[in-house]
């Protein structure tokens, strides 16, 4: 799939303060694609390591894995405040949530099935928006469900 070059400019700047690190500013483009994804839909890790990786040359599903795992903490600071609430648990073992600012449980693998660790939580959070599920309900229906960026309206002028 290639994605268009307005998907890709369409990415947040990075937040203010000091310069980020390469590391950082990968995880933003992803925490920032992540964030638009629409209520009821989902995404591969892959196909946002794709969507990044046109944008900054570098990364992959594994990388955005990565991003996923470290999203309520390591990279907190790169998400703002303004964000949907959703979902998660408190404590140690909470799925990374970025206080909800995330909405990590509509990132899947390439089979449609969410992180096998938080595999409840984010299942009851698909169902509650909506999102199509296989018919045993244990994975997204990634044939009706994918969201792509190019999905989005374009913003109007007012």
């Given at each position: 799939m290639s994605v268009s070059a307005s998907t890709i400019a369409s990415v947040t700047p990075p937040p203010p303060g000091p310069p980020l690190t390469?590391?950082?500013?990968?995880?933003?483009?992803v925490l920032d694609v992540v964030r638009r994804i629409p209520s009821g839909r989902a995404m591969t890790y892959g196909l946002i390591a794709e969507i990044v990786g046109e944008e900054l040359g570098r990364g992959g599903p594994r990388q955005v894995g990565s991003v996923?795992?470290?999203?309520?903490?390591?990279?907190?600071?790169?998400?703002?405040?303004?964000?949907?609430?959703?979902?998660?648990?408190?404590?140690?073992?909470a799925p990374p949530s970025d206080g909800d600012r995330v909405p990590w449980w509509r990132v899947v693998n390439a089979a449609g099935s969410p992180p096998q660790h938080f595999l409840t939580e984010a299942l009851d959070?698909?169902?509650?928006?909506?999102?199509?599920?296989?018919?045993?309900?244990?994975?997204?229906?990634?044939r009706r469900a994918v969201w792509f960026p190019e999905d989005e309206e374009p913003p109007h002028d007012a």
């Open positions: 390469d590391v950082e500013e990968y995880a933003a483009a996923m795992a470290g999203s309520g903490s390591r990279y907190a600071h790169l998400v703002p405040d303004d964000g949907e609430a959703g979902p998660g648990a408190e404590g140690a073992d959070a698909l169902r509650a928006e909506g999102c199509p599920l296989s018919k045993d309900g244990r994975r997204v229906n990634l």
